[in-house]
C-alpha cells in the first residue's frame, strides 16, 4: 500500500471515529432533553396509566415524604409506611388536607428482618395498588469512615441491609404480583449516585445502591412485557435529613422539588438522575471519577473533608 493511500484511509478512519463521538454526544443531549424537558410540559398522566394506591416507604422525611406527597397532588390515595407512628400521623393529616386524598399508615421498623414483612403483606392485602415507592434508606455511620471504625458495626451492618436492600426486595415481592394480575404498574426505587461507582469511606452504603441499581434495572427487563415499568433513580445531593439538611443551592436540590422532577422522567426513562442538574452533574464528573481516583487516598481524604464540612456548616 502506498504511503499516500495509507494516509487516506487513515483520515478516513479519524473522521468516522470523530463522527460517532459527535453522534453520540448530540444523542445524549437529545435524550437529555426529552427526559427532563420535555416531560415537565408532557407529563406521563400516573394516576390515568397505573390508577389505584401509591405506597411510599420510609414517608415521613426527606425524598420518602416529597413523593407521597406528589403522589397525592397527582391524584393518587397513598399508603405511607415508616417506623414513626406520630410522624406518619402528621404527615397523612397533611396529604389529607393539602391534597383531599385518602391514606393509610403502617408502623414498621425496617431495620429488622424478615419478620416484619407478614404484617405489611396484611395490610397491603384489600388494596389495588399501581405505584411503589421503594425509598426507605439509611447510612450506616453519620461521617464518612473506613469500614472496620463504624461503631458496634454488626448491629451496624445488619440495619444496613435490612433496611436498604432486604426492604426493596420484600416490598417488590409482596405488591408485584398483583401488578402482573393487572398488567401494568410502577416500581421506583430510590438508589444513588454513589451507587454509580466505589464509593471508599461510603463503602456499605454505596454498595447497597448498587444492589439497588442493578435489582431495578434487570426487573425492568424481566417484567416489561407485563405492563410493569421499573425505575431507578439515582439523586445526588438532596438536602434531606442523611444529610444534614444542607443549604440548598444551585446543584442541592430540595426534596420537592426533586421528587416533583422525578416523578416527570416516568414513562421516559427506567434509570435516571432524577433531575436536570443532577444529570448534568454526572455526564459531567463521570468521566473524571473513574475507579482509579475512587480509590485512591486524595479521594479519601476529599470525602471525609466534604462531609466534616457539611457537618460544621450545618
Given at each position: ?36 424537558i420535555l416531560s415537565r410540559w408532557w407529563r406521563t398522566n400516573l394516576k390515568k396509566k397505573y390508577g389505584g394506591w401509591a405506597v411510599v416507604t420510609g414517608a415521613t422525611d426527606g425524598i420518602g415524604k ?102 426493596m426486595v420484600h416490598m417488590t415481592r409482596i405488591v408485584l404480583p398483583r401488578m402482573v394480575v393487572r398488567k401494568k404498574g410502577l416500581i421506583i426505587n430510590i438508589s444513588s449516585a454513589a451507587g454509580d ?118
Amino acid at each position: 500500500m502506498e504511503e499516500s493511500q495509507f494516509y487516506r484511509w487513515l483520515h478516513l478512519l479519524g473522521l468516522l471515529a470523530l463522527s460517532y463521538l459527535v453522534l453520540r454526544q448530540v444523542w445524549t443531549l437529545l435524550i437529555g432533553i426529552k427526559n427532563h424537558i420535555l416531560s415537565r410540559w408532557w407529563r406521563t398522566n400516573l394516576k390515568k396509566k397505573y390508577g389505584g394506591w401509591a405506597v411510599v416507604t420510609g414517608a415521613t422525611d426527606g425524598i420518602g415524604k416529597a413523593y407521597a406527597k406528589e403522589l397525592a397532588r397527582r391524584g393518587f390515595d397513598v399508603v405511607l409506611i415508616s417506623r414513626t407512628v406520630e410522624k406518619l400521623q402528621k404527615v397523612a393529616e397533611e396529604i389529607e388536607k393539602e391534597s383531599r386524598r385518602n391514606t393509610k399508615i403502617i408502623q414498621v421498623d425496617f431495620t429488622g428482618g424478615p419478620e416484619i414483612y407478614p404484617k405489611v403483606e396484611k395490610a397491603l392485602r384489600d388494596l389495588d395498588i399501581g405505584i411503589l415507592v421503594n425509598n426507605v434508606g439509611m447510612t450506616y455511620h453519620p461521617d464518612a469512615c473506613r469500614f472496620l471504625e463504624v461503631p458496634d458495626i454488626n448491629k451496624g451492618i445488619s440495619n444496613i441491609m435490612n433496611c436498604n436492600v432486604l426492604s426493596m426486595v420484600h416490598m417488590t415481592r409482596i405488591v408485584l404480583p398483583r401488578m402482573v394480575v393487572r398488567k401494568k404498574g410502577l416500581i421506583i426505587n430510590i438508589s444513588s449516585a454513589a451507587g454509580d461507582r466505589p464509593y471508599p469511606m461510603l463503602t456499605m452504603y454505596s454498595a447497597t445502591k448498587v444492589f439497588m441499581d442493578f435489582f431495578s434495572r434487570s426487573l425492568h427487563y424481566e417484567y416489561r412485557s407485563d405492563g410493569i415499568t421499573v425505575q431507578s433513580v439515582l439523586p445526588a445531593l438532596v438536602s434531606t435529613n442523611m444529610t444534614n439538611n444542607m443549604a440548598t443551592n444551585i446543584l442541592v436540590k430540595t426534596s420537592d422539588d426533586y421528587a416533583r422532577e422525578a416523578l416527570n422522567t416516568v414513562g421516559y426513562s427506567h434509570r435516571t438522575n432524577g433531575c436536570l442538574i443532577h444529570c448534568l452533574q454526572n455526564y459531567i464528573l463521570g468521566p473524571l471519577l473513574t475507579e482509579t481516583f475512587m480509590n485512591s487516598r486524595i479521594c479519601m481524604f476529599l470525602v471525609g473533608y466534604a462531609m466534616r464540612r457539611i457537618q460544621k456548616i450545618n
